[in-house]
């Protein structure tokens, strides 16, 4: 895994079930969002296999990928001139025809979406006028009205303060637990991630570690993430403490 011939990360092996929500977390430059990437089909694996439902991720069409995977990545939007409603609904664009059409079920899927992320009455606000947790919510409400499989989010919580950050995260786990959907996302709220994901991902550049987060503390998989003479972790609370 990584650009071009440079490989940033090897020897990650992990799967992922139906409705859970899955954290990959890691120090900066570890490959937090190039894994992240990779899983959607946004950049090419130097090595090894990804596949969806026991199909390899490289044997999918591009339009049979984006009814399997859709991604909230960090760019930013092409046109805030949009409204969040006309956002929104162009998560429909895989199932549309040419003319973009959209049915009574495309419309039924974009009111589903808006009402899930609490967006009903910010549809007709354009995204220009929202603030960074509104927009945020309405990238997520694009993706879930894609009716994907499967859900990526690169770094869901960047720029938001600790409270919008918790409501992000719990909707996300909201979303995976009801609709049975694969959601997976990229972070550094390591604690948050522990106290509220099914699964996560550790890339620590050697053991890469995977599973529930009561088991990862048992391995004791956090505590060489930083270096020790800065940052502890204490398992009973399952938190970072700052040596001074």
Known sequence: MGYGANAIAKNINFGLEPGELTAIVGINGIGKSTLLRSLGNAQPILGGCIAIKNKPLAAYAPLELSEEVSMVLTEPIASKNLSVLELVALGRQP???????????????????????????????????????????VMIARALTQDTSIILLDEPTTHLDLYHKIQILKLLRTIAHTTKKTVVFTTHEIEMAIQLCDKMVLLDGKDNYFGQPCELIEQKAFESLFPSDTVSFDAKTGSFRIKK
């Open 95 to 137: 199932y549309t025809n040419w003319l973009g059409t959209l049915t009574d079920i495309d419309k039924q899927k974009i009111k589903d979406s808006l009402h899930a992320l609490e967006l009903e009455e910010l549809q007709n606000k354009k995204c220009y006028e929202l603030s960074d947790g509104q927009l945020q919510r």
